[in-house]
């Protein structure tokens, strides 16, 4: 009776949204949609008894319901409003006094590592390990992990603020939410980070770590609005990746979602030297919408990446735009049927090879303009892939994305 009077209620609650919140999260990834449909599919907790149906307002109820990583049991969980990881749970806002260790401050650190007096030399030392025991710090709040078999689906257009959903568990299913980047608090200098060096930091807004059988559908993924700082004359960087793949995951699909305003937004294998990752890092990217990301849309060692039916597009607003596709390392994307509008900019920007040699374009349509090969690389020798239900024409996708990547409406 009980479970019935739960599953009634659950039902008119969600009457009012034009979605269809009952169907929507129990469905399951279709079958032969991308990489993610091999080796039995995704089905999250699409099958959870009620009593592992969770409506969560709050971090400690989402954390409540997510349980331990070892919690494998099939279970949903809706998120009913935003949630705002920077504040802590009497609504004060979470800043570097509240992670930062006895004997640590930035103007030190500033100090210390100033490349005029440290040189191009290795980070090490007292302040850098503080910068690290407080980093520690941060994580605790900002990193959470996905155990097994679960749903996590937002209502209407809930917002995740400053939240890394860290997975490497498999059967996973996270669509509707809105995810506002995390900043880190805690950049490192690295010398070494090209000619300049660099400022780098840690949290994405998904880090798919060695999971398996991902679908990440739907969702809009963005920095917040915060000023641009710089530091030895480079851009303070307080964001990693929006997405990023690595570690031997595998069977993963990303459709439908929107990739805004990011500079470093997709990694898939982390490095050249993780051979583990040969053979994995199979990844499809369909009906995703890319609008002024920097790089890395996606940027790939070792994986085998179908992307189709996308829509990029960069306007004068993003003046710092250096590539999309990144050919890495034993990369093999193959890209068809995706649109590419680049205000002042060519095909040729498009592409950018790393260490990598293999990339396959076909038919898209880059500046109102289809293009089928890119002069500077070979061709990868694999058969087109086959992992997809419907192929749009590619003058449809633009319209198609436009409307339908992001949040349901
Ligand atoms: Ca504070
Ligand atoms: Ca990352």
Redo the contacts with the bound molecule.
Sequence with gaps: MKKILFLLILMLSFVSFSVDYNNLIRETLPQNDGYASLNGGVSGGANADSKNIYRVKTKKELLNALGSIGNNVEKIIVIENDIDFTIDSNGNKLDVSNYEVSGYNLKDYLKEYNPDSWGKNKISGNLEELRKKSSKNQEKDVVIDIPSNTTIVGLENVKLIGVNFRISTNNIIIRNIHFITPLDLFPQWDPFDDKTGNWNS???SI?IKGGNNIWIDHCIFEDSKTEEIKYFGRKYEQH??LV?I?DGADNITVSYNIFRNHN?TM?IG?SDNKKSDDGKLKVTLHHNYFYNIVQRGPRVRYGLIHIYNNYYKNDNRNPDYKYSLGVGYNSKIYAENNVVDLENKGYESFVKVFNGKYITLINNLVNGKIENVYKNYESLDIQAPSLYNKMDNVNNVKDNVSNNAGIFK
């Design positions: 840690q949290y994405d880090t990693d990746g990023d690595t470093k990694l982390s």
